[in-house]
């Protein structure tokens, strides 16, 4: 069915291409010892000769231009950016509450009419429902929380602009990164142009934008830069017979977990209305990076297009514009703070790369967005005082402790077979709405836009105990004692950045 669909759409085999791009990721994580890309200065080729220089190099080019856009226009610094594709094009769509959206006009660099310009579609509301017999079923109403749709391109078509209109500012498409050498003053970055010849670039500092595939993270992190993943396909499409327009499906569950054929994974749909008729519905799962499912994308695509007429009704003039598909990363710091490695002597990682985003919410886009003011603001102090090694760069993080705290509720949507009932995550789920539909909109809000504050979310938690003790049983099972370990440290890394952020 895959290449049925795909192969009707304009361009299906370039999509087709990017799926099996991304993935590698899963043939990457196998490897014993993960390729070496990042060198000291010393291993620099004899003979190069050096093309050009610049204050910050990006690698990548879709989060990484808000950056960029923001570091050129408001800090002035010289920015090359590469992307191995076209920058600003990206393969999913986003959407964001509009509050949120404010933190790009914090930045100085944004109006708010351009900001407005961005959003093609807002929402009178949105839900979440999990599949449990009717009568029990609670559907639980949230406003304010992903209710705007984005037009990516338009967004990311502005950041480049503003890139370019500065003197000194180059994005290069067509150009791959290949590796990196650090000397104790700046970073030669080595990179495959788009005629395919072989080039050296000068920098401060080298941000590392590559998303879930960079290979700086893996190099860093030993070859486990994630430990949860939630691989993800969708459409924009038109021609539903049932959507509302009005209304976004933030989480929605048809059916129990899937048992069969070796497969132990709960699948969720998100069904978001786009830009005119282009309504845009998703497929995913949350896993742990280790676990024996089928994980590809490829894959899943397969079930999307067989389990889509389940979920939403298609009518006759169903069309599909264009794939959305992507591996939403994420990491579980088992200590106090953050523990996934981010930084090296002038490098640093950014967005997908840096994996600091809750997967629980797909907010990655709103991780940056509400961090862009500070990332950028840290990152022009480091250079202005030439404090570029990995203990300075390192603290210019979009590490949230709360983010850390709630990513561990994805390990209760990741569905074991070896501990779970097929509709453990249902029925835990369904629990968690009825408590949240019996406080205040606010603790719904904020959990969805992963703004909790800590005693808002133990409220939560021990109602959701006291309503459905199976999960104290379910938290052994599926934490273990290291694990649950690990969340009481994440829990109390949150308590003590609260108390210092008070003090
Ligand atoms: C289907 C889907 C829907 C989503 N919806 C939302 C949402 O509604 N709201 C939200 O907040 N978040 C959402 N997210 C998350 C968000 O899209 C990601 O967090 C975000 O795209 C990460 O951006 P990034 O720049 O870090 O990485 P990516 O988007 O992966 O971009 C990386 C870029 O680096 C380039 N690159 C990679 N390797 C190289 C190389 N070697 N050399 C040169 N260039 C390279 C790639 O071509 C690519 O352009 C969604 C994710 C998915 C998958």
């Known amino acids: 069915m895959v290449y049925r669909y795909f192969s009707e759409l304009e361009d299906g085999d370039r999509h087709l291409k990017r799926v099996i791009e991304l993935d590698r990721y899963w043939e990457n994580i196998q490897e014993k010892s993960p390729n070496e890309v990042v060198f000291p200065g010393s291993e620099l080729p004899d003979g190069m000769t050096v093309n050009g220089e610049c204050d910050i190099f990006y690698v990548g080019g879709t989060l990484g231009l808000l950056h960029a856009a923001v570091m050129a226009e408001r800090y002035g610094y010289r920015i090359m950016l590469i992307d191995r594709h076209v920058s600003g094009k990206s393969t999913r769509d986003w959407n964001i509450s509009r509050s949120e959206l404010d933190k790009l006009e914090e930045t100085g660099v944004f109006s708010a009419k351009e900001i407005e310009a961005f959003i093609v579609r807002k929402y009178r509301t949105g839900w979440v429902e999990f599949n449990v017999e009717e009568r029990r079923r609670k559907k639980l109403y949230m406003d304010d929380v992903l209710d705007c749709a984005v037009d990516t391109d338009r967004l990311l078509g502005a950041a480049k602009q503003k890139i370019l209109a500065k003197d000194g500012c180059t994005v290069a498409d067509r150009s791959t ?142 069309h599909i514009h264009r794939p959305v598909f992507g591996i939403i990363p994420a990491y579980s710091h088992r200590g106090f703070t953050r523990e996934r490695e981010i930084a090296d002597d002038h490098i640093l990682l950014f967005g997908d790369a840096a994996s600091l985003g809750s997967p629980l919410t797909f907010c990655g886009f709103g991780s940056m967005v509400r961090n862009l003011p500070h990332l950028t603001e840290a990152l022009d102090k480091a250079l202005a005082s030439g404090s570029l090694l990995r203990a300075d760069l390192e603290k210019i993080s979009a590490y949230e402790p709360n983010v850390a705290s709630m990513a561990n509720l994805m390990k209760y949507m990741c569905y074991d077979a070896r501990t779970d009932a097929p509709d453990f995550v249902n029925e835990l789920m369904n629990e968690v709405m009825i408590v949240l539909d019996g406080l205040p909109q606010r603790y719904r809000q904020t959990m969805f836009r992963d703004e909790m504050r800590l005693d808002d979310f133990v409220t939560v938690l021990l109602k959701v105990a006291w309503r459905y003790p199976k999960v104290l049983k379910a938290t052994y099972d599926k934490l273990g004692v290291g694990g649950s370990v690990s969340f009481i440290s994440n829990l109390a890394g949150w308590a003590l950045s609260a108390a210092k952020s008070r003090g």
């Open 177 to 318: 990164f290949r590796r990196c050498y650090q000397f104790p003053d700046h970073i030669v970055i080595e990179f495959k142009g788009a005629d395919g010849e072989t080039l050296f670039f000068k920098a401060n500092v080298l941000v590392d934008v590559m998303g879930i595939l960079s290979p700086i993270a893996m190099q860093l992190n030993n070859g486990r830069p994630q430990t949860h993943v939630c691989p993800t396909v969708g459409t924009v499409a038109s021609g539903f017979r049932d959507a509302d327009y009005d209304v976004g499906e933030i989480l929605a569950s048809t059916e129990n977990a899937e048992t069969s054929a070796g497969s132990s994974r709960q699948l969720i749909w998100e069904g978001f209305p786009g830009s005119g008729k282009e309504y845009i519905t998703y497929l995913f799962f949350y896993d742990a990076i280790d676990s024996d499912n089928d994980k590809s994308l490829l894959g899943l695509f397969e079930t999307y297009f067989q389990k889509l007429p389940h979920y939403k009704a298609l009518s006759n003039d169903f």
